[in-house]
Protein backbone atom coordinates (compact mmCIF):
# COMPACT_ATOMS: atom_id res chain seq x y z
CA UNK A 1 0.00 0.00 0.00
CA UNK A 2 1.19 3.09 -0.97
CA UNK A 3 2.21 6.12 1.31
CA UNK A 4 2.04 9.87 0.95
CA UNK A 5 4.85 12.39 2.12
CA UNK A 6 6.00 15.84 1.96
CA UNK A 7 9.22 17.07 1.83
CA UNK A 8 8.95 20.60 2.82
CA UNK A 9 12.34 22.82 2.99
CA UNK A 10 13.11 26.44 3.56
CA UNK A 11 16.24 28.18 3.65
CA UNK A 12 16.01 30.26 6.68
CA UNK A 13 14.98 30.32 10.02
CA UNK A 14 12.89 33.33 9.74
CA UNK A 15 10.62 31.34 6.95
CA UNK A 16 7.76 28.66 8.08
CA UNK A 17 6.85 25.42 6.75
CA UNK A 18 3.19 26.01 7.27
CA UNK A 19 2.56 27.89 3.52
CA UNK A 20 3.79 24.54 1.48
CA UNK A 21 1.62 22.38 4.09
CA UNK A 22 -1.33 24.38 3.37
CA UNK A 23 -0.85 24.27 -0.24
CA UNK A 24 -0.34 20.62 -0.24
CA UNK A 25 -3.57 19.68 1.86
CA UNK A 26 -5.45 22.49 -0.54
CA UNK A 27 -4.43 20.05 -3.45
CA UNK A 28 -6.30 17.48 -2.16
CA UNK A 29 -3.52 15.69 -0.78
CA UNK A 30 -3.87 13.89 2.83
CA UNK A 31 -0.19 13.26 4.58
CA UNK A 32 0.03 12.36 7.91
CA UNK A 33 1.76 14.74 10.33
CA UNK A 34 4.78 12.23 10.83
CA UNK A 35 5.36 11.79 6.98
CA UNK A 36 5.91 15.51 6.34
CA UNK A 37 9.33 16.27 6.49
CA UNK A 38 10.64 19.73 7.17
CA UNK A 39 14.03 21.21 7.15
CA UNK A 40 15.88 24.52 7.05
CA UNK A 41 18.83 24.18 5.11
CA UNK A 42 19.95 26.28 1.86
CA UNK A 43 18.59 24.42 -1.86
CA UNK A 44 22.19 24.77 -2.57
CA UNK A 45 23.02 21.97 -0.34
CA UNK A 46 22.41 18.96 -2.87
CA UNK A 47 19.62 17.43 -1.77
CA UNK A 48 21.31 14.20 -1.12
CA UNK A 49 23.47 16.02 1.54
CA UNK A 50 20.58 17.18 3.55
CA UNK A 51 19.97 15.72 6.98
CA UNK A 52 16.47 15.81 6.56
CA UNK A 53 16.13 14.28 3.01
CA UNK A 54 18.58 11.96 3.94
CA UNK A 55 16.35 10.58 6.37
CA UNK A 56 13.54 10.95 3.82
CA UNK A 57 15.13 8.69 1.87
CA UNK A 58 15.19 6.01 4.50
CA UNK A 59 11.63 6.05 5.08
CA UNK A 60 10.85 5.77 1.62
CA UNK A 61 9.50 2.36 0.00
CA UNK A 62 8.28 1.55 -3.69
CA UNK A 63 5.01 2.94 -4.32
CA UNK A 64 5.00 5.79 -1.82
CA UNK A 65 4.31 9.07 -3.54
CA UNK A 66 6.51 12.22 -2.34
CA UNK A 67 5.34 15.80 -2.62
CA UNK A 68 6.54 18.98 -3.26
CA UNK A 69 5.29 22.65 -3.50
CA UNK A 70 7.42 23.56 -6.37
CA UNK A 71 10.80 22.09 -7.99
CA UNK A 72 13.29 24.35 -5.77
CA UNK A 73 12.24 22.37 -2.82
CA UNK A 74 14.29 19.53 -4.16
CA UNK A 75 17.18 21.06 -5.53
CA UNK A 76 18.29 24.53 -6.85
CA UNK A 77 19.86 23.48 -10.13
CA UNK A 78 18.53 21.41 -12.85
CA UNK A 79 21.09 19.06 -12.08
CA UNK A 80 20.78 18.52 -8.80
CA UNK A 81 16.89 18.24 -9.13
CA UNK A 82 17.07 15.25 -11.85
CA UNK A 83 19.48 13.60 -9.56
CA UNK A 84 17.10 13.39 -6.82
CA UNK A 85 14.47 12.67 -9.35
CA UNK A 86 16.04 9.82 -11.09
CA UNK A 87 16.87 8.23 -7.69
CA UNK A 88 13.38 8.19 -6.38
CA UNK A 89 12.08 7.06 -9.33
CA UNK A 90 14.88 3.84 -8.62
CA UNK A 91 13.01 3.55 -5.39
CA UNK A 92 9.82 2.81 -7.19
CA UNK A 93 8.78 6.01 -5.27
CA UNK A 94 6.38 8.88 -7.61
CA UNK A 95 7.21 12.75 -7.09
CA UNK A 96 4.65 15.15 -7.37
CA UNK A 97 5.22 18.86 -7.84
CA UNK A 98 2.24 21.03 -7.46
CA UNK A 99 3.79 23.77 -8.98
CA UNK A 100 4.01 21.79 -12.52
CA UNK A 101 0.04 20.64 -12.12
CA UNK A 102 0.53 18.18 -9.98
CA UNK A 103 2.86 16.30 -12.55
CA UNK A 104 4.39 12.88 -11.19
CA UNK A 105 8.12 13.44 -12.30
CA UNK A 106 8.39 9.93 -12.58
CA UNK A 107 5.63 9.57 -15.46
CA UNK A 108 6.60 9.74 -19.16
CA UNK A 109 5.23 13.40 -18.78
CA UNK A 110 7.05 13.93 -15.78
CA UNK A 111 10.27 12.99 -17.12
CA UNK A 112 9.23 15.02 -20.65
CA UNK A 113 9.13 17.82 -18.55
CA UNK A 114 12.33 16.95 -16.54
CA UNK A 115 14.05 16.59 -19.60
CA UNK A 116 12.89 20.28 -21.07
CA UNK A 117 13.56 21.82 -17.84
CA UNK A 118 17.44 19.89 -17.88
CA UNK A 119 17.60 21.44 -21.37
CA UNK A 120 16.38 25.14 -20.50
CA UNK A 121 19.02 24.92 -17.80
CA UNK A 122 22.14 23.35 -20.08
CA UNK A 123 20.88 26.07 -22.63
CA UNK A 124 21.35 29.04 -19.08
CA UNK A 125 25.03 27.58 -18.45
CA UNK A 126 26.07 27.75 -22.04
CA UNK A 127 24.59 31.33 -22.58
CA UNK A 128 26.33 32.60 -19.27
CA UNK A 129 29.64 30.97 -20.76
CA UNK A 130 29.34 32.24 -23.66
CA UNK A 131 28.54 35.72 -22.31
CA UNK A 132 31.77 35.49 -20.11
CA UNK A 133 34.10 34.67 -22.84
CA UNK A 134 32.95 37.48 -24.92
CA UNK A 135 33.41 40.02 -21.95
CA UNK A 136 36.98 38.47 -21.37
CA UNK A 137 37.65 39.13 -25.37
CA UNK A 138 36.98 42.71 -25.07
CA UNK A 139 38.37 43.38 -21.56
CA UNK A 140 41.07 42.25 -23.62
CA UNK A 141 40.94 43.97 -26.60
CA UNK A 142 40.67 47.27 -24.59
CA UNK A 143 44.21 45.98 -23.22
CA UNK A 144 42.88 45.10 -19.18
CA UNK A 145 44.85 42.67 -17.91
CA UNK A 146 43.46 39.74 -16.53
CA UNK A 147 43.65 37.36 -13.87
CA UNK A 148 45.35 37.81 -10.73
CA UNK A 149 47.88 40.63 -10.08
CA UNK A 150 51.69 39.85 -10.45
CA UNK A 151 53.40 39.16 -7.49
CA UNK A 152 56.50 41.65 -8.97
CA UNK A 153 56.46 44.90 -10.48
CA UNK A 154 57.67 45.21 -14.20
CA UNK A 155 60.53 46.98 -12.71
CA UNK A 156 61.30 44.09 -10.29
CA UNK A 157 60.75 41.64 -13.10
CA UNK A 158 63.17 43.66 -15.01
CA UNK A 159 65.58 43.08 -12.37
CA UNK A 160 65.02 39.45 -12.06
CA UNK A 161 65.45 38.84 -15.79
CA UNK A 162 69.03 40.48 -16.05
CA UNK A 163 70.16 39.18 -12.43
CA UNK A 164 69.06 35.28 -13.87
CA UNK A 165 71.01 36.41 -17.12
CA UNK A 166 74.04 37.07 -14.98
CA UNK A 167 73.79 33.88 -13.33
CA UNK A 168 71.40 34.27 -10.54
CA UNK A 169 69.79 30.66 -9.19
CA UNK A 170 66.38 30.49 -8.88
CA UNK A 171 66.21 29.94 -5.39
CA UNK A 172 68.48 32.95 -4.36
CA UNK A 173 65.88 35.27 -6.36
CA UNK A 174 62.96 33.80 -4.95
CA UNK A 175 64.34 34.36 -1.44
CA UNK A 176 65.67 38.28 -2.68
CA UNK A 177 62.24 38.55 -3.75
CA UNK A 178 59.99 37.18 -1.36
CA UNK A 179 57.96 34.98 -4.06
CA UNK A 180 58.53 30.85 -4.85
CA UNK A 181 60.60 29.62 -7.44
CA UNK A 182 57.21 29.06 -9.83
CA UNK A 183 57.05 33.00 -10.05
CA UNK A 184 60.88 33.18 -11.00
CA UNK A 185 60.10 30.49 -13.65
CA UNK A 186 56.95 31.92 -14.86
CA UNK A 187 58.71 35.19 -15.35
CA UNK A 188 60.99 33.73 -17.67
CA UNK A 189 58.41 31.94 -19.19
CA UNK A 190 56.49 34.75 -20.07
CA UNK A 191 59.99 36.66 -21.33
CA UNK A 192 60.53 34.28 -23.55
CA UNK A 193 56.93 33.93 -25.20
CA UNK A 194 57.64 37.43 -25.84
CA UNK A 195 60.71 37.49 -27.26
Do not use: W
Not at 43 to 63: M, N
Not at 163 to 187: D, F, N, P, T, W
Amino acid sequence: MSRTFAYCRVSTPDQTFENQVLEIERAGFFVEPRRIITETISGAVAAAQRPGFAKLLDRLEDQDVLIVTKLDRLGRNAMDVRASVEALAKMGVRVHCLALGGVDLTSPAGRMTMGVIGAVAEFERDLLIERTQAGLSRARAQGVRLGRKPSLSDREQEAVLDKRARGASLGALAREYGVSRAAIQRIERKDKTRG
